[in-house]
C-alpha cells in the first residue's frame, strides 16, 4: 500500500514538472500547473490541433503561392533584362563589325533561340 502511494506521488511530481514545464516555455497560457488532472491540457492541445493548425496551413499556402509568383516574375524579369542586354551588345558589336573593312567579307553576330529549351 505504502509502495502505492508513493508511486502515485511520483507521478504526481512528474506530472506537475512536466506542467511547470510547460507553463515555462508558454508563459502566456491561462493554466495555473497545479491542476489535478490533464484535461485542460488535453483540450488545449485539441483546440490547437482543430483551430490553428488548418489556419497555420492556409496561411503557409498563400504566402507559398506569393512567394512562388514574386521568385517567377523576377526570374523572369530577370531573364527578360538579360535577353534585351544581349541584343544590345550585338547590335554594337554588329555596329562595330560594319566599320571594320575584311576584303570583301561581312561579317555578322546573330543570337537565335535554342534548340533545347533547358
Known amino acids: ?9 511520483k507521478e504526481e511530481n512528474a506530472r506537475y514538472g512536466s506542467r511547470m514545464q510547460y507553463l ?3 508563459p502566456m497560457r491561462d493554466f495555473a500547473g497545479v491542476e489535478k488532472e490533464n484535461t485542460v491540457y488535453d483540450q488545449r492541445l485539441e483546440e490547437c490541433r482543430k483551430d490553428f493548425e ?4 492556409e496561411e ?3 504566402q507559398y503561392r506569393l512567394v512562388y509568383q ?4 523576377n526570374v523572369i524579369a530577370t531573364i527578360h533584362s538579360e535577353i534585351k542586354a544581349a541584343k544590345r551588345h550585338r547590335r554594337e558589336i554588329n555596329d562595330m ?9 561581312v561579317y555578322q553576330i546573330d543570337i537565335q533561340a535554342a534548340e533545347d529549351e533547358n
Do not use: V
Open 1 to 9: 500500500m505504502e509502495q502505492l502511494k508513493q508511486e502515485e506521488e
Open 24 to 26: 515555462r516555455e508558454f
Open 54 to 57: 488548418p489556419k497555420y496551413k
Open 60 to 62: 503557409f499556402e498563400q
Open 70 to 73: 514574386m521568385l517567377r516574375e
Open 97 to 105: 563589325l560594319r566599320k571594320i573593312s575584311f576584303s570583301d567579307s
